[in-house]
């Protein structure tokens, strides 16, 4: 049950997600939306133990918060109405982010959803001229203030911003993103550093507007520990020699360019790797990361992006 505590007409509008086509190109896209399927958070956070949301504040910070039934509410926040107790979770905040084009200079409508304690009854604010985005000073204050763990979708064209935001906050985190993060030079610092690693999951499918599916290339980020990681099973860490030539071979400069998760365990030089085997631990496994970006040339032809690592 919510409480509107106060009477407006906020729409729903652009998320800036993306399908398969467009993540690459979405710091361009404005006017489309895409949602995040309920299965897909429910098979990520089911992963984590339910020690991490006991007695937590959970932000939901890029979000469409929560709507008048299943259909219409994220399905973020439909997660954790839905396990409030089960997990213990001792506040529950979502905003709603209202881009619109204000006709009669009425200013933004975003709006906070609030639901704190198991019985209580969640409500709506919509605080003047709150935008909802995750950067108005009021989300910013939320998150540094209130927020224990930050979960939810960020929108894909506002990555880099977000991710600082986050980061910077130093609060624990589970959210979504583009799969090409590990190996795209804006984002690889974090994971060098150990700032942050994939989760559990990609998504391979979002919805649109008309709630059809449409093919995504997202994966989960977290800082949660992950301990005995399943798809460490896919690093396939051998000699060198024992790979398969066709899964190896030297690029223009000499550079040791490595596929199909095999990973040369007695090399003690750098080598290139694409986001797989990141996506999958490899530097859980005793490798780093030396060199944020690396393109391979073969016969003066540039190849796919990568990553230079070594093994520590």
């Known amino acids: 049950m919510v409480k509107i505590i106060e009477k407006t007409n906020p729409t729903l509008k652009d998320r800036d997600l993306s399908r398969k086509e467009l993540l690459q190109k979405a710091q361009k896209i404005n006017n489309d939306e895409f949602y995040t399927r309920y299965e897909d958070v429910e098979k990520e956070l089911n992963r984590y133990p339910k020690s991490i949301w006991k007695n ?5 910070n890029c979000d469409d918060a929560v709507g008048n039934d299943e259909i219409t509410m994220s399905p973020f926040s439909l997660y954790f109405l839905k396990n409030f107790k089960e997990l ?5 905040i979502c905003t709603h982010y209202a881009r619109q084009i204000d006709l009669f200079n009425q200013g933004p409508s ?7 304690g198991y019985s209580e009854i969640g409500t709506k604010e919509f605080p003047k001229r709150y935008t909802g985005s995750f950067d108005d000073p009021l989300s910013l204050k939320i998150l540094h203030e209130d927020a224990d763990i930050v979960c939810t979708n960020p929108p894909f064209s506002r990555a880099i911003d977000y991710w600082r935001i986050l980061i910077e906050s130093g609060k624990r985190f589970i959210i979504i993103s583009n799969i090409s993060n590990v190996i795209t030079l804006a984002f690889v610092p974090y994971f060098r550093n150990g700032k942050a690693w994939a989760g559990y999951n990609r998504v391979d499918y979002f919805l649109n507007p008309k ?13 949660v ?8 099973k896919l690093l396939k860490i051998i000699p060198l020699k024992e790979i398969p030539a066709k899964y190896k071979k030297y690029d223009d400069e000499k550079m040791l360019i490595v596929n199909h998760g095999y990973i040369p365990s007695d090399y003690k ?3 290139a790797v694409s986001a797989r085997p990141i996506l999958n631990g490899l530097l859980e496994k005793g490798y780093s990361i030396v060199e944020d970006q ?16 070594k093994k520590t």
């Open 56 to 60: 937590k504040v959970v932000f939901c």
């Open 88 to 92: 213990g979770i001792k506040k529950l």
């Open 110 to 116: 975003g709006y906070i959803f609030t639901k704190t």
């Open 211 to 223: 709630r059809e599916l449409v093919d995504a290339s997202g994966h989960w980020y977290t800082n």
């Open 225 to 232: 520990p992950i301990k005995n990681r399943p798809k460490h």
């Open 269 to 271: 030089k750098p080598f």
């Open 294 to 309: 690396y393109f391979p040339y073969f016969n003066g032809k540039q190849g796919f992006r990568r990553v230079l690592v």
